[in-house]
């Protein structure tokens, strides 16, 4: 009976405990807010926007003979929609065609802000499209083409608030830089070398934004409302290509040792025995965030997550998103095996396309890949890149700052850090300036994040009218960021 009496008070204080626990986890507070912000764009800036969508900046990195017509046209067409950006902001030519324009500020001995976006995108099939990818159409309140998300609607912002607020006088307290590249799309060397240029020159940012999270409607866990999910890091990246060999042969006499059969098996093994996986700080922090808008069921798991971690791990671990937020990622992307049906070949190969968790290195996510094959594999890597860095998000001056900033202008929503997927220009920046956010200040609603690069991308017109007052209200208000 003691020791009944024991259990049963053990588990009523642990009970109590996660009770506790759970009606303490409140949403993390803004600590210094600004005042709420009403500030959006206007039909004109949706017009300006529009012509921009027009242009047809595919830059297919690799044929030499692109047309580059579309990206000739780019900077003059800037010049004609925000006139006052071009005649007081200081332009760069990275490679000739990526953007920098430098807007001078009061205090020039302060580290400057870089504000990114990318104005080169990915090829469209206008067969596919309910509307031509490259006309801009709106319907329903949405422009609909290719580059309305990604990401023409950021550097259409910048250049709306930059253009608003110079003609009101405003200067800023420190230098702003509005970079945009045009090789994004396709990993080319554009935005290095800005990284490059700002280093010999001794312009090593404080801060940095870029694309990546944004503002979102349809949050994970079943959140109602609104949330700004910000990136604080992004996984590493590189594309594996397998060569397994072996002797050949005909058809009618296959082997397990087979190129073919190794090539399979191999694969297989990697599939189905993934790496481990474990919640980043940042995801963790997401995680909390997400349940502090929740329910109360959300809230006891997890603000306790000493005792349930490995129950959402498990959890996780079921859905392909959610998957990819807690480990790397190994996807099976090319095979090539035999030219003909009936026979065995000398070589296969496939092309794996690796994204690594942050917790790890390109190497060690490669070994993984080296132990499901023989000593007869070749492999070669390419678009190699490391995880990036975890920027600052817990009491960070920046990173308060740009929740304030959210706060105003999105004053219902919920603000959380998260570990980014797919890669962006922000990596490149990112290992010279810690504070390397990546977040569109714009709402982007139900599946439009999905249709990046995809059939229909559209967005909603309302939506990048309020981000010109979020890009606004960014700029504004920069005599808050700490030094």
Same mark, same amino acid.
């Given at each position: ?120 995108? =990915?090829?469209?099939? $206008?067969?596919?499209?309910?509307? +031509?990818? &490259?006309?801009?159409?709106? *319907?329903? /309140?949405?422009?609909? #083409? ?82 700004? =999910?910000?990136?604080? $890091?992004?996984?590493?990246?590189? +594309?594996? &290509?397998?060569?397994?060999? *072996?002797? /050949?042969?005909?058809? #009618? ?86 030219? $003909? ?143």
């Amino acid at each position: 009976m003691i020791v009944l009496a024991v259990v049963v008070a053990l588990v009523a204080l642990l009970a109590i405990v996660l009770v506790v626990n759970a009606a303490r986890l409140k949403p993390t507070p803004v600590p210094d807010p600004l005042p709420p912000s009403g500030i959006e764009g206007d039909d004109a800036a949706v017009a300006r926007f529009q012509e921009l969508l027009r242009c047809e900046t595919v830059w297919d990195l690799h044929n030499p003979d692109a047309d580059r017509s579309a990206f000739d046209e780019f900077v003059p067409l800037l010049r004609r929609l925000y006139p006052t950006v071009f005649e007081r902001l200081e332009l760069e030519l990275i490679d000739g065609y990526g953007i920098s324009l430098l807007w001078k500020g009061a205090d020039r001995a302060l580290a400057p802000v870089v504000l990114m976006a990318h104005h080169d995108v =990915v090829p469209a099939d $206008a067969s596919e499209w309910t509307h +031509d990818p &490259f006309a801009a159409d709106i *319907a329903d /309140g949405r422009i609909f #083409a290719r580059g309305a998300v990604d990401t023409k609607c950021i550097w259409a912002a910048l250049m709306e608030s930059a253009e608003h607020l110079l003609k009101e006088g405003y200067v800023p307290p420190r230098d702003v830089y509005f970079f945009s590249s045009n090789t994004e799309e396709d990993g080319g060397d554009t935005a290095p070398h800005m990284v490059e240029h700002l280093k010999s020159i001794g312009r090593v940012p404080y801060m940095v934004l870029d694309e990546g999270g944004a503002v979102i409607d349809n949050p994970p866990l079943g959140v109602k409302g609104q949330f700004a =999910v910000v990136g604080v $890091a992004e996984k590493g990246i590189f +594309d594996a &290509f397998i060569t397994t060999s *072996a002797e /050949g042969g005909h058809a #009618a006499t296959p082997s397990l040792e087979d190129a073919t059969a190794k090539l399979v098996s191999g694969l297989d093994g990697l599939q189905k025995n993934p790496s481990a996986s474990k919640l980043s700080a940042p995801v963790a922090a997401m995680l909390r965030e997400l349940a502090a808008h929740g329910s109360f069921g959300l809230r006891v798991v997890f603000a306790n997550l000493w005792l349930f971690r490995p129950v959402v791990i498990r959890i996780m671990q079921g859905d392909p998103e959610t998957a990819a937020m807690v480990r790397t990622t190994y996807a099976l992307t090319q095979l090539e095996g035999s030219p $003909a049906h009936n026979v065995i070949p000398k070589r296969a190969k496939a092309t794996v396309n690796v994204r690594v968790d942050p917790g790890e290195t390109v190497d060690a996510a490669f070994a993984r890949i080296k132990e499901r094959f023989d000593e007869r594999t070749s492999y070669e890597l390419a678009e190699v890149s490391e995880p990036s860095p975890i920027a600052p998000f817990a009491d960070d001056p920046a990173f308060d700052y740009l929740r304030a900033v959210i706060r105003s202008v999105y004053p219902t929503a919920g603000i959380a850090p998260y570990v980014q997927t797919s890669c962006s220009d922000a990596r490149r920046f990112h290992r010279i300036c810690p504070r390397t956010y990546r977040f569109a200040g714009i709402l982007f609603k139900g599946d439009q994040r999905n249709r990046v690069h995809g059939q229909d991308e559209n967005l909603d017109v309302d939506s990048f009218k309020r981000g010109i007052g979020f890009y606004t209200e960014f700029i504004r208000h920069l005599d808050r960021l700490g030094k």
